[in-house]
């Protein structure tokens, strides 16, 4: 299966992989929860979440 990416912001193994907006200014994979953390920093207000059962 190869080697599992880690999150290049909290380190843990990621399962559903997101790849960081340029504008993050951030290189490499991020987790589903560093991803909407990062979503929510940069875009406040409401956003329609999907996947939230992986929460």
Known sequence: ???KEKCVICNEKIQLRFKAMEEWGI???LCGKC???KLN???PGE???VNKHLD
């Open 41 to 43: 920093e940069f875009y």
């Open 27 to 29: 290189e490499g994979t």
């Open 1 to 3: 299966m190869g080697l």
């Open 35 to 37: 991803y909407s953390k």
């Open 47 to 49: 956003h329609i979440r």
